[in-house]
Nanobody, 124 residues
Framework: VQLQASGGGLVQAGDSLRLACAAD????????VGWFRQAPGKEREFVAA????????YYADSVKGRFTISRDNAKGTVFLQMNSLKPEDAAVYYC??????????????????WGQGTLVTVSS
């Protein structure tokens, strides 16, 4: 599965962005998808995850109530709606796919496929 993340950009604190993760195959609906982010000098951290049919969703505490993960399997795309952005949300955001959602989707090593990342910059 090849993943393409898009939608990043430069915004001000309090603004919104919607990231998209598009897959190259129709079997994308068989995969759970997670979003992770990595800021300069920091480890990659979990942001949100969604199971194959969109019923189960997990969020990091730092984004709960501000970010929403969703998916459109007909379009082979997973979205991350990010509202009320803060400077600390600035990072490169990656999407990843796995055939088995484990550990609430929080462990990067549990994912088999990764997209290339999209940069989110938040000015204060």
């Amino acid at each position: 599965v090849q993943l393409q993340a898009s939608g990043g950009g430069l915004v001000q604190a309090g603004d919104s962005l919607r990231l998209a993760c598009a897959a190259d195959r129709r079997s994308f609906s068989d995969y759970a998808v997670g979003w992770f982010r990595q800021a300069p000098g920091k480890e990659r951290e979990f942001v949100a995850a969604i199971n194959y049919n969109g019923v189960i969703k997990y969020y990091a505490d730092s984004v709960k109530g501000r970010f929403t993960i969703s998916r459109d399997n007909a379009k082979g795309t997973v979205f991350l709606q990010m509202n009320s952005l803060k400077p600390e949300d600035a990072a490169v955001y990656y999407c990843a796919a796995t055939s088995l959602l484990r550990s609430y989707g929080r462990v990067p090593a549990h994912y088999d496929y990764w997209g290339q990342g999209t940069l989110v910059t938040v000015s204060s």
